[in-house]
């Protein structure tokens, strides 16, 4: 029987598509599987139980990879189902239990719709928040959505949320994201990376569009 615990709420409907192999715990210290969608993972201690974190959502900045790594943790996010396939679950099941609902998708599309070009390159964009139960991983789903625009280097998504600005990185290999959000108090890797900025929207996209600017006139000078 494998046994799993929720850190972020996850519907009912959802958890229900699991047969009697599939336990729900509420007691982390008994599972083998941890899912979640924006919790922060890096101050907790896990178990020697978990074998695998599997995150609902794009990019892993609230998971502890490396000490994962260390532990013999496998850490997923799209890939999840894969692997849980590969370990005996039914991937269509896990499917539906991690899939949008409808407010969370017209939060994306509009982060998409509404984006800018800065620079040429650089794709910009504003997810809204309100309605929405985890609008950070909105967010970084909609940056990894905006990579796939021709001629886009980087992608960053600003999220305003409990009175501060999340921004979600993404890049595909021209562009180091992580240095750029470690200049904005974040950090990451080089392709995902992220910060949290109390500031305005506004403040905060000029304070990115200045860090490209630096960026931008480092590189021409090279």
């Known amino acids: 029987m ?28 008994e599972c083998d599987a941890v899912l979640v969608r924006s919790a922060k993972m890096h101050d907790m201690e ?28 496998v850490v997923r996010t799209f890939e999840a189902a894969a692997f849980l396939r590969r370990s005996g679950a039914d991937v269509t099941r896990v499917r539906k239990m991690l899939r ?47 990579l796939n625009i021709a001629g886009v280097k980087a992608s960053f998504v600003l999220t305003e949320y409990n009175n501060e600005v999340y921004i979600s990185a993404r890049a595909i290999d021209e562009v180091n994201v992580q240095v750029m959000m470690e200049k904005m108090g974040g950090g990451g890797h080089m392709n995902i990376a992220g910060a ?18 630096e960026d931008y006139q480092e590189e021409k000078a090279k």
Not at 2 to 29: T, V
Not at 196 to 213: G, R, S, Y
């Open 2 to 29: 494998f046994q799993y615990h929720c850190l972020n709420p996850i519907a009912e409907k959802g958890l229900g598509l699991f047969d009697e192999e599939y336990k729900k715990s509420e007691d982390l210290q």
């Open 46 to 73: 896990l178990p020697e139980s978990v074998k695998v974190i599997a995150r609902a959502g794009a990019g892993v900045n609230n998971i502890p990879v490396k000490e994962c790594a260390e532990k013999g943790v």
């Open 100 to 146: 949008d609902n409808l407010e969370s998708y017209q939060a994306r599309a509009e982060a998409v719709r509404t984006a800018h070009i800065y620079r040429d390159c650089f794709a910009i964009a504003r997810c809204p928040s309100e309605g929405l139960d985890s609008p950070t991983v909105v967010g970084a789903q909609a940056a990894n959505e905006l």
């Open 196 to 213: 949290q900025v109390k500031a305005t929207p506004d403040e905060v996209e000029k304070m990115l569009k200045d860090i490209i600017d």
